[in-house]
């Protein structure tokens, strides 16, 4: 699959998510449970649009560029899909009673990371934290009476056919999205896999139920990291082989937070992740400046975890 290839994939993947996130927030404060107010979501999308506008503003007058968003309403409503996209993720995952500094400060960390964490990358930089979850590992952090949503309230009104109907539904579509557009199964099989090796290596080692340690995998909120948050592709690798060690990283890593009984293990597995990432991609363009006139072929040997492709 070549650039251009890619970069439609992608836009398509984000337009879809984007509609599908809108829809889950607007059934989630109307019928399925949300336990949030109606002003932090709109509070984190105020956040999110503004900064993400004047952030590219900054960049590019700095860089002696147009702005991304200029060119028309279809390009401006697409510049801003990332931002709506960690805009509602925050508000939807993060629980501060009502509170909405918390949310607000969170969603602009998750856009401030975009612009100001960037590795090289190619002939350019990209960004290598998954917005949305480092606003909310970085809200974690700082903040220890904020707490995740309960899983809860994803289906806490429906009942019979409907706790079957919304995950299977999440399934579906998100399967088809990381296949067709963003091309992340690998990624998602690799962390299935490590999730469940995981839970089993606990329970020979340190006697941790199995049931209880699989049984996270059963729920709307593990469905909706899976093929939503773990797969974000601007700040994953596109190769399979990188893919698969960057889905194991997570689920060892998860595994290892859990040893140590350190809770909202995913959030913080996967900002980990990024992290290790984003170093491996600095080394590795430092190691290529050190030694200008290196074979290009020599790009097989990065590690794959750091990998673009």
Not at 267 to 289: K, M, N, P, Q, S
């Amino acid at each position: 699959m070549n650039t251009s290839d890619s970069k439609l994939g992608r836009l398509a993947g984000l337009r879809r998510f984007a509609i599908a996130i809108t829809i889950l927030n607007i059934l989630g404060h109307t019928f399925f449970g949300f336990e949030q107010s109606w002003a932090q979501p709109l509070v984190a999308l105020a956040t999110t649009y503004s900064l993400e506008l004047l952030l590219e503003l900054i960049d590019a007058r700095a860089g002696g560029r147009a702005p991304r968003f200029a060119g028309g309403p279809r390009r401006f409503v697409d510049f801003l899909l990332p931002a709506h996209i960690s805009g509602l993720a925050v508000a939807m995952l993060l629980y501060s009673n009502e509170r909405l500094w918390p949310v607000i400060f969170a969603a602009a960390a998750a856009i401030c990371s975009k612009f100001v964490l960037r590795a090289p990358l190619g002939r350019g930089t990209r960004h290598y934290f998954n917005p949305s979850n480092f606003g909310i590992t970085i809200t974690l952090l700082l903040f220890p009476w904020v707490g995740i949503a309960p899983p809860y309230h994803f289906t806490e009104n429906l009942t019979g056919v409907g706790d079957w109907a919304l995950p299977g539904i999440i399934i579906i579509t998100g399967t088809f999205l990381n296949a067709r557009l963003t091309h992340r199964l690998p990624l998602i099989l690799a962390w299935l896999g490590g999730f469940a090796a995981q839970a089993v290596a606990r329970n020979l080692l340190w006697d941790v139920n199995l049931s209880a340690a699989l049984l996270p995998m059963t729920g709307v909120a593990f469905i909706l990291y899976t093929f939503y948050m773990v797969t974000d592709p601007a700040t994953t690798p596109e190769g399979r082989r990188a893919q698969v060690a960057f889905g194991l990283g997570v689920a060892f890593t998860y595994g290892l937070l859990l040893v140590f009984h350190i809770v909202f293990g995913l959030f913080f597995a996967l900002t980990i992740v990024c992290a290790l990432r984003g170093l491996g991609l600095h080394a590795w363009a430092w190691v290529e400046a050190r030694a200008p006139r290196r074979d290009v072929s020599m790009n097989a040997g990065v590690p794959a975890v750091i990998r673009e492709g």
